[in-house]
């Protein structure tokens, strides 16, 4: 199948290289002329584990190219995949100029039938949306269908997710047009569910919200834990277990970033108020995860006793592990708000330090390695669980800092342990540990 896709970012960057790698011909456009002038020279514009191979052998092979020309794109692709960005505008609403766009482009180039796969995440109602400005600037009318396919990839395991989908979910607005996108998927043998459009948009809104809700969940049970002397990992441990339950996304630390939870659970509260739906259970969401970092560093000021002056290390900058993202990162506003406390700021991160330069400038010391980031700290903050922070020799560690002192945010370390190696250690939901009580 002939295949173009509008952006090149996480959604659409992966999207053109899984389906080159199962065989069809993609052409993959963006607007954003130094990433295509990037992509042609083999060079990937973000780290992504096993992008790089994929992309470039598919390239070398013929399969899948790149251009910042829309109309050649369109021209090509009997199927189009828009894969731009949706943020959260100013208000938390969706900004949707980057899909109107899209669309806008795709009409104008348009001479022949096509059906066109919204996969950016956006509001029910955007394939209306999409097929009304297709349709408004079609030179002459041509026919051509909208299908709505969410995507469900995470950063950092985008390819494999992409390969391996829990679900595939197809909302078309018929069986026929469905059955032309169930195609290009069939070679993955994964569950496909069709539905109509707008149930497939909100079924990506309401995956996103489920599991922002389940985080949130379990951080507020963290501070009653916490309140409490009792410990959340436990907690989890004894909840998670209980079938109708699970123990995924039962994780206590410093809420959820990235570029999606935040905006979709946002958006969805946006869009229940649209339609005069209640908002409530999306908006305590949103509340308890929003408070989660200055609460953190709130315990920080007053176990360090105030934080003006002091040396604070950071390990971690992305928004979670094995990704360079930094957007909506828990780890950023972390240090911002340490800065903005007066504290001395030097941080480590395994990938996301050349990213992180473009949004904290010099305002840190960036190290290169996690023990350096401890050097003579007053104490230590760690911001995404990387596992390589899973092997760390603590007596080296301990020796490095000013003070043994770690506030755990993401729940890395059994606190016994910590103790035992000789650690003040404050972690999420779980009763503080210190050298003293371990050798009590
Ligand atoms: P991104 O910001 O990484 O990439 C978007 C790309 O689209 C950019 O390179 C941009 O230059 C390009 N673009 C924007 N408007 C364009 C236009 N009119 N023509 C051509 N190119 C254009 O975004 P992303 O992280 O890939 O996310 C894309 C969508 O997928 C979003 O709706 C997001 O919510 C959703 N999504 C993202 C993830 C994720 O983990 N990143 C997972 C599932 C779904």
Redesign the pocket.
Known sequence: MQIGV?????????TAAVFADLGNDVVC????ES?IRMLQQGEM??YEPGLQEMVTRNMRDRRLRFTTR?DEMVDFARVIFI?????ADSDGDTDL??????A??IGQHMKEYKIIVN????PVGTGDLVRQIIAAHQPQPVPFDVVSN??????GS?IQDMLNPDRIVIGAPSRQVAMAVMELYAPLGRPILVTDVQTAEII?YASNAFLALKISFINAIADLCEATQADIEMVARGIGLDHRIGPHFLRAGLGYG???FP??VQSLIHTARRYRVDDGLFVAAHRINRVRVERFVHRMDHVLNGLDGKAIGVWGLSFKPDTD?L?ESRAVELVQRLLDAGATVQVYDPVAVPRARTVLGDTVVYCTNAYEAAQDVDALAIATEWREFRQVDFDRLRQRMRQPIIFDGRNMYDPERMARMGFYYYSIGRPMVSPERAAG
């Open positions: 509008i952006g090149a970012g996480y959604v659409g960057l992966v456009h963006d607007r954003d990433r514009p973000f829309v894969a731009v960005g949706t943020p100029s980057q899909v109107k766009s899209a806008r482009a996969k950016s995440t956006a969410p995507e469900f990839l995470r950063e985008a990506k990235g570029s999606c905006k979709d993202d957007r």
